[in-house]
């Protein structure tokens, strides 16, 4: 097949997972064209079927914002008609499937360009709840030929917040196992934790969403109880924040920010346990990969969390902001290093068995053909 993607090529679950999507749709053969205003970081070596188109905006000085939907617009029409693409899939729904509606409607006589959009997160649940956005995110919805959401949860809220009627096929996030996977011999845990502290760790886009100040008031109390460090991976609008709450409790020499980070699996492997304490979660990729690497993980019980940290068994789930109950949970298992070690391999497990990425890209073979044979029986009928 000749697939076109769209993402947002910055740090975020929805570019990596739309990324890694078409290196492996690559690796099995389809050829993928990657839309996006820059290069998306997971893509940083060339690999064989894969090619990156640029959108490039305007700077007309008429424009006093930059068009970038209509330009995006206009580079899927002229991709899609000079690669020959079979479909366009666009992740995260906002502006993506509005230009990817835009330009199968000006593509329209000429090829029926498919459209399969991925809800990822607050395109539905914040975002595109704003007044001015939900007409156009339901237009969108609706008007795509398949539409996919990275849970049950994110499914179900869709349908009730949009009112749409559509089907929407859950197709969960992924991992790479052989990628992600437990390693004690590492160098980063003796120099982040030379006595043989416990370490947990937290990545995220620092977005206040995430409540990454409840992730440092946990390690707050934990860390009363247990000698122990905190590493905080990611960068975003919440970190000057959190660093100021660092220096407040006292906790600069215990907390380590580390920023943006390719070397996550290094950083995931000396780490003992995760949180994710957020306020809205439709999946959590960032727990799935520290769960691939053997993580158990504590979380909030938001959107799509409990479908991927089983409750007791590869983690534990509390009520958003009930830091002391997640810290609680934290200490319980760090302490209990026989339930600890079951958890760490209860959570490898799920990650194995049911988010690897050989399980879950070819459900999206599935539905790109499921999509293609509409238009095969539509244009049968028409016919
Ligand atoms: O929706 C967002 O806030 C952005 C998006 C992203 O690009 O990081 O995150 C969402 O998509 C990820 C990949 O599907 C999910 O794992 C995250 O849970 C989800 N984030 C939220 O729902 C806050």
Redesign the pocket.
């Known amino acids: 097949m000749k697939i076109g993607i769209t993402c ?1 090529p910055t740090y ?6 739309a990324t890694e999507l078409g290196k492996e749709l690559a690796l099995r053969g389809h050829e993928i064209h990657i839309i996006s205003y820059a290069l998306p970081f997971k893509l940083s070596q060339y690999i064989e079927n894969i090619f990156f188109h640029e959108v490039e905006t305007s700077s007309y000085p008429l424009f006093e914002f930059p068009l970038y939907s209509l330009s995006l617009a206009s580079k899927m029409v002229e991709v899609a008609e000079y690669e020959k693409l079979d479909l366009l899939h666009v992740h ?1 729904a906002i502006p993506h499937a509005t230009s990817a509606f835009l330009a199968k409607q000006i593509m329209n006589g000429k090829k029926d360009l498919k459209i399969v959009t991925t809800l ?4 539905i ?2 975002v595109g709840l704003e007044p001015s956005f939900l007409s156009l995110v339901k237009f969108s919805i609706d008007q795509s030929d398949g539409v996919t959401a ?1 849970s049950r949860f994110l499914k179900e809220k869709t349908i009730t917040h949009y009112n749409s009627d559509k089907d929407i096929e859950v197709i969960p ?1 992924f991992v790479d196992t052989e990628l992600f996977k437990p390693n004690t011999e590492n160098e980063f845990r003796k120099r982040i934790a030379p006595e043989g502290e416990k370490v947990l760790v937290h990545t995220s ?1 620092f ?1 206040v ?1 995430k409540r990454v100040p409840d992730t440092i008031k946990i390690f707050e109390k934990v860390r009363k109880i247990i000698p122990s460090k905190l590493i905080l991976v990611g960068d975003g609008p919440d970190r000057s924040e959190c660093e100021r709450l660092c220096r407040e409790l006292d906790l600069c020499d215990s907390v380590k920010f580390l920023g943006k980070q390719e070397g996550l699996v290094e950083i995931l492997t000396s780490s003992d346990l995760f949180l994710i304490p ?1 306020q ?7 727990a799935l990969e520290a769960m691939a690497c053997g993580l158990p993980v504590v979380s909030s019980s938001v ?2 969390l409990p479908e991927l940290v089983k409750h007791n068994e590869t983690g534990f789930i509390a009520e958003i902001g009930d830091v002391d109950r997640m810290a609680k949970y934290v200490v319980d298992l760090l302490n209990n290093e026989k339930k600890y070690n079951l958890f760490s391999r209860n959570s490898r497990k799920r990650a194995v068995d049911k988010f690897d990425k050989s399980k879950i890209v070819p459900i999206y073979e599935s539905f790109y053909d499921e999509v293609l044979s509409k238009q095969e029986k539509t244009s049968v009928s028409v016919d």
């Open positions: 947002y975020g679950g929805s570019g990596v997972i995260y990822h997160g607050t395109d649940t914040l990275v996030n886009n977005r969403v957020s809205s979660e439709s999946f959590g990729l960032a959107g799509g």
